[in-house]
């Protein structure tokens, strides 16, 4: 099993930005990928970034248009997302996944099988 634990979501003024943090622990020896999705109220879960174990492949869904960045410190057992230009749009309970099982694709949430709590992100305008 592996437990993952969201932080850093907040409230901010758009324009703003925030770096939400995802720590994994427990059975964390695989080298799998790592990724952000979100769900905004009344809205379906959506892909928000993805990165492979080694960090030399990532993915965005199209409305990040640039303004976030995923990385992960894979000797904190920890991915990252910087969120610039946040926008009202932006506001959803951000979730960090992972997965133990091999999958062709990082983009959709079948490709994950653990999930975080979430954290909340509130851009006001």
């Known amino acids: 099993q592996v437990q993952l634990v969201e932080s850093g979501g907040g409230l901010v003024q758009a324009g703003g930005s925030l770096r939400l943090s995802c720590a994994a622990s427990?059975?964390?020896?695989?080298?799998?990928?790592m990724g952000w999705f979100r769900q905004a109220p009344g809205k379906e879960r959506e892909f928000v970034a993805a990165?492979?174990?080694?960090?030399?492949?990532?993915y965005y869904g199209d409305f990040v248009k640039g303004r976030f960045t995923i990385s992960r410190d894979n000797a904190k057992n920890t991915v990252y997302l910087q969120m610039n230009s946040l926008k009202p749009e932006d506001t959803a309970v951000y979730y960090c996944?992972?997965?133990?099982?091999?999958?062709?694709?990082?983009?959709?949430?079948?490709?994950?099988?653990?999930w975080g709590q979430g954290t909340q992100v509130t851009v006001s305008s």
């Open positions: 996944a992972t997965r133990s099982i091999s999958r062709a694709t990082m983009t959709n949430e079948a490709d994950f099988n653990y």
């Open positions: 427990g059975r964390t020896g695989s080298r799998y990928a």
């Open positions: 990165i492979s174990w080694s960090g030399s492949t990532t």
